[in-house]
């Protein structure tokens, strides 16, 4: 009997075999990691810890109609001391007039203004240093101009994370719900980054965060020599910067309802293929040991789609493994992503888990294959 019939002959067992280790990484996941945040209790700690005084850094582009929407709503926080910074980044729409408009009724705004330079283009990340720099205030809280906070009490929930020995907090910025798939998609892969960058924060080893909700110590961002590291990288001012700065003991997170952070998701398939695309082209930066964590779980998910496809295209008669590794993988979901949904505000995206899982894994693995190495041309 020579290799290729042996091959053939032990097939089933090999296809089978790759199934079922598959499973068990998806199965370690589910269990080990998504875990942490599905037990984590979340609770107000508005006024129950010191409340420092903080700068809350935004920086905006072209972004006349969002800053008189959600603006007011972050000048307006019900907290004690804080300043509001919008960095003006060479808009040349009505957003100067607006923000002076703002800064007559509201005296904590503070407005840094960008001129443009035909020989420089510079990033978010020299907008935001340029931000920092101005900020008075030891404590930061970083958000964008699209984003409105869930009400108030925003500033006191995030602020109040900044307990002993934290110098970075992750916050958590779901989208507005509106119709349509593409609204569920972009809102299910939120979900899912925060539910695994949150759980790993929980599990000491935080890999990411987002720049809508993001807040640190002045004192982190100098001593990291802010963004230097990564520079050359149009995106990565939050995750690359979360990336390389977190610690096992300076992360905290803060995901009451009330530190939520909406932001406005975008509306074109085309549009949100290059917001990912941005994306994909900083975790090229992210650590090693994260790169491959996060690789990892990506491959592993992939395979076992196609495992299931290939098992079941190959061997109709044994539909009933292929079945059960899919449905005991589909019931851990539903089971675990449940408390995690609810603490999210997402609890609508559960019964749309079977569909919006497996476009997810493809459609990322796809943008990511195409855009990771592709040099970026703007930071927006």
Not at 105 to 110: D, E, Q, T
Not at 314 to 342: D, E, H, M, N, T
Not at 358 to 371: M, Q, T
Request: net charge positive.
């Amino acid at each position: 009997m020579d290799y290729r019939t042996n091959i053939l002959l032990n097939l089933p067992y090999i296809l089978y075999g790759g199934l079922g280790l598959f499973l068990v990484f998806q199965l370690y996941y589910l269990l080990f990691v998504y875990t942490r945040l599905a037990r984590y209790k979340v609770e107000s700690i508005r006024g129950t810890q010191t409340s420092p005084s903080v700068s809350v850094i935004i920086c905006a582009r072209n972004e006349q109609e969002n800053l008189k929407s959600f603006l007011p709503t972050i000048l307006q926080q019900d907290y004690l001391n804080f300043e509001v910074i919008v960095v003006n980044d060479y808009s040349d729409d009505e957003t100067k007039w607006i923000l002076q408009d703002f800064q007559t009724k509201y005296r904590h705004l503070k407005i840094v203004d960008i001129k443009e330079h035909v020989r420089l283009k510079h990033s978010k990340k020299f907008a935001l240093t340029m931000g920092i720099k101005a900020a008075q205030y030891e404590h930061l809280l970083l958000t964008d101009a699209d984003c409105q906070p869930q009400g108030t009490h925003w500033l006191s929930e995030m602020a109040g994370a900044f307990t002993e020995g934290k110098e970075l907090i992750l916050g958590y910025s779901p989208y507005f719900k509106n119709k349509g798939f593409l609204n569920k998609l972009i809102r299910f892969e939120t979900t899912h980054t925060a539910m695994s960058y949150l759980s790993y924060a929980l599990k000491k080893n935080t890999y990411m965060g987002v720049g809508r909700n993001l807040a640190y110590t002045k004192s982190l961002f100098f001593k990291g020599k802010g963004f230097n590291a990564h520079m050359h990288i149009k995106s990565g001012d939050d995750d690359l910067f979360v990336n390389h700065n977190a610690t096992a003991a300076n992360v905290n997170i803060a995901i009451h309802p009330d530190a939520h952070v909406y932001s406005l998701a975008k509306d074109t398939w085309k549009s949100y293929y290059k917001q990912k695309a941005r994306h994909a082209g900083a975790s090229i930066a992210y650590k090693k040991k994260h790169q491959y964590m996060l690789g990892t779980q990506l491959f592993t998910a992939i395979a076992f789609y196609l495992m299931l496809i290939v098992c079941l295209t190959a061997y109709p008669s044994r539909w009933y493994f292929v079945v059960g590794a899919y449905l005991l993988r589909l019931l851990l979901q539903f089971v675990i992503f449940k408390p995690i949904y609810s603490k999210l505000a997402v609890k609508d995206l559960l019964l749309w888990l079977p569909i919006l899982d497996l476009f997810f894994y493809f459609y990322i693995c796809f943008n990511g294959i195409f855009n990771r190495n592709k040099k970026q041309k703007s930071w927006k």
